[in-house]
């Protein structure tokens, strides 16, 4: 190791679909995770930072042979000393050829409007007819207020609608046009119960 460079041991990223997430967590109590970092990071779709000797991981990425078995080397590689990365294989099983998914590397937790603006940009790119301008104007307006007060659990379009949980203050949401009469509803619940 030269002078100034940092061991890396601890990386924590996040995979995200329109089907769900997953976030694969890899620590070393006894030295760095350097080369199996290195090794991850390019099965993904990523860009070498020659000036500054880093990888930028792209944050869009496709779920298409070429991904699964550049991740199926790393699984078998990796997957007696790491157990957790079998998450890899198990998140892309999940999600159709080709569908988009995003990949993250976390220094922190997404917030609830972030994880939903993601959420969008991914509708946009597999969803050829989804306007996304249009949606988060519209989400934007109608949840303003609702991202502070509400914990926003789903953004998946596959989920049922279940719009609030009074004691655990939850919002459950599939698409701007159908519930916009329902959050409508639970803003005058809210306001009637805040007077109370």
């Given at each position: 190791m030269q002078k100034g460079e940092i061991q890396l041991t601890r990386i924590e990223i996040l995979l995200f679909s329109l089907k769900g997430e997953s976030t694969l967590c890899v620590e070393s109590k006894d030295g760095n995770i350097d080369t199996f970092a290195y090794e991850l990071f390019t099965k993904f779709?990523?860009?070498?930072?020659?000036?500054?000797?880093?990888?930028?991981?792209?944050?869009?990425?496709?779920?298409?042979?070429?991904?699964?078995?550049?991740?199926?080397?790393?699984?078998?590689?990796?997957?007696?000393?790491?157990?957790q990365i079998n998450k890899l294989n198990t998140f892309l099983n999940k999600?159709?050829?080709?569908?988009?998914?995003?990949?993250?590397?976390l220094s922190r937790k997404l917030t609830q409007e972030e994880s939903y603006k993601l959420g969008c940009?991914?509708?946009?790119l597999n969803m050829p007819d989804f306007d996304i301008a249009k949606h988060l104007q519209q989400s934007n307006e109608l949840f303003k207020n609702i991202w502070d007060n509400y914990n926003l659990i789903s953004t998946n379009v596959e989920k049922k609608i279940v719009l609030a949980n009074q004691i655990r203050k939850n919002v459950y949401v599939v698409s701007v046009e159908k519930v916009y009469r329902q959050v409508q509803h639970?803003?005058?619940?809210?306001?009637?119960?805040?007077?109370?």
């Open positions: 779709d990523h860009i070498i930072d020659e000036k500054n000797h880093s990888i930028i991981l792209n944050g869009i990425q496709e779920n298409n042979t070429k991904t699964k078995l550049s991740i199926a080397e790393i699984i078998n590689k990796y997957s007696q000393k790491m157990p999600l159709d050829e080709n569908e988009k998914f995003c990949t993250i590397v940009k991914l509708m946009s639970l803003k005058m619940k809210h306001m009637q119960y805040q007077k109370h």
